[in-house]
Every structure is written in C-alpha cells, then in structure tokens.
C-alpha cells in the first residue's frame, strides 16, 4: 500500500507538466501558426500592391501617346499638303506606303521637330505591315481628319450631334483621303452655315439628304468635289446604297 501511493503520485505529478507544455503559450506551436499567418498575408500583399502599378503604366502610355499625337497635329496643321506631295513624289506604286527612311527625310524638311521617342511611336504606329514602310495617308488622315468615333466626357461641349444609329462606314482608300484632304480648308471654313443649310435641306430632321441635296449644299459653298471624289466619298458614308448621307458623319469628319 506504501509502495504503490509514491508511484500514482509521481505518474500523476508527471502527467501534468507535460499538459502544462501543451497549453503553454510560450511553447513553439503556436508562434508558427502565427508565422503561416504572417506568410499567408505576405502572399496576398504583393498582387494587390503590385495592380495599381499596372494600371498607371497602361493610363501613363495612353496618355503620352495622345500627347505626341497632338503634337503632331498641331505641327503638320498648315504643313500637311506639302507634307502629302512630297510623299505622293516618293511612292512611286502609289501603294499610300514610303520607306520610313523617306518620310523621316519629309518630316525633317518640313520641320516637325520629333524626337526619338516621338518618331518611334509614329514609325511603329503606321508600320501596318511591319516591313519598314510608313503608311503616310493613314498618319495624314488621322492627324487632319477624324473618321474613328472619339471618347466624350460630359463636360465637353457637343459640337455636332452623333447619329442615332452607329456609322457603318466603307473602304478607307487611298482615293477616298485624297478627296476628303483636298476640300478640309474649304470645309473648315464654313461649316458653321453649312450644317445650317444642311438642316433646311433636311425637313424630316432624319439626318441624312440624298444625294443630289448633299451635292447642292456643296455647291452653294463653292465645294465642287469631281465625279471620282464625290463617289469615293459617297462609298464610304453610303456603305449600304441608300443613296442617303448622313451629313453630321460628314462635318464631324473635319471638326477636332
């Protein structure tokens, strides 16, 4: 009976140390679920911190290429027919492409002052077919007129109301651009009455005239565009042979 009561007791005694071990916090289990922890959240901080970047890269390289493309256009405004010839002189297949080199020399004499990050914008811009060659009626077209639908926020005032149905517009040609380019002065400097005459003309206030109205008001502004020109033009605002046209598509073209 002696013998046996030391023996449970110091079972017993060394039985609750090692409770004492497990519950004690001190002990290395549980700092280790805290590391797991601190990892866990490490993980999920970089992706998150690393997506801001991302987005003010892509809205940093919008924005600089909508600043060199404004620049350009602003440089080339009273140039670009010159620009244009000497480029028409230089593509002999009349293909609407020049060696990159070419142009570079055009954009040198006509003084565009561009530097090397703004020259390798647009020579990577208009290198469509990644040969070396500069589409130069695309970089002209695009600088002087404005055939693509452009963002609008709701401070900027509506010049000229966009169509009810979305422009389903034809071939950008070579001849097209020729056409348009050729009578933007003209247009520039009337297009305040002209859209005014246009409307008149327009008693059902649908935004389109037909042809031989369309044509009229052109000529009551001295606009005579040849048969070629006005088919050109006409293929691409009549896509579909309603021999209609919608006359803000038409304006919207020239006003930036």
């Known amino acids: 009976m002696l013998s046996s009561?030391?023996?449970?007791?110091?079972?017993?005694?060394?039985?609750?140390?090692?409770?004492?071990?497990?519950?004690?916090?001190?002990?290395?289990?549980?700092?280790?679920?805290?590391?797991?922890?601190?990892?866990?959240?490490?993980?999920?901080?970089?992706?998150?911190?690393?997506?801001?970047?991302?987005?003010?890269?892509?809205?940093a390289s919008v924005l600089t290429s909508k600043t060199i493309d404004?620049?350009?256009?602003?440089?080339?405004?009273?140039?670009?027919?010159?620009?244009?010839?000497?480029?028409?002189?230089?593509?002999?297949?009349?293909?609407?492409?020049?060696?990159?080199?070419?142009f570079l020399d055009i954009a040198e004499k006509f003084n565009l002052d561009l530097k090397e990050g703004e020259i390798n914008h647009i020579t990577t811009k208009y290198d469509f077919k990644k040969n070396g060659r500069f589409a130069y009626y695309e970089f002209l077209q695009s600088s002087i007129l404005l055939l693509k639908p452009q963002e609008s926020s709701l401070l900027q005032r509506v010049i000229i109301q966009k169509p009810q149905k979305p422009l389903s517009p034809g071939p950008q040609t070579t001849s097209f651009f020729s056409a348009m380019l050729r009578i933007q002065p003209q247009i520039l400097h009337c297009w305040r009455p002209?859209?005014?005459?246009?409307?008149?003309?327009?008693?059902?206030?649908?935004?389109?005239?037909?042809?031989?109205?369309?044509?009229?008001?052109?000529?009551?502004y001295s606009i005579t565009p040849t048969e070629e020109e006005l088919f050109n033009v006409l293929e691409y605002y009549d896509k579909t042979?309603?021999?209609?046209?919608?006359?803000?598509?038409?304006?919207?073209?020239f006003i930036q």
């Open 5 to 59: 009561t030391p023996s449970a007791t110091s079972s017993a005694t060394s039985t609750k140390p090692a409770t004492h071990a497990v519950q004690d916090p001190c002990m290395s289990p549980q700092p280790e679920r805290a590391k797991t922890s601190s990892s866990l959240v490490g993980q999920k901080s970089i992706p998150t911190s690393s997506r801001p970047q991302t987005t003010t890269t892509c809205s």
């Open 70 to 102: 404004n620049k350009i256009r602003k440089n080339i405004l009273h140039s670009w027919r010159g620009i244009l010839k000497a480029c028409k002189e230089k593509d002999v297949g009349t293909i609407g492409e020049i060696p990159v080199s070419d």
């Open 241 to 253: 042979l309603s021999s209609k046209i919608s006359y803000n598509d038409f304006l919207r073209a």
């Open 194 to 220: 002209m859209k005014r005459t246009f409307k008149s003309y327009d008693e059902s206030h649908t935004g389109l005239l037909n042809i031989a109205d369309f044509r009229q008001v052109l000529r009551e």
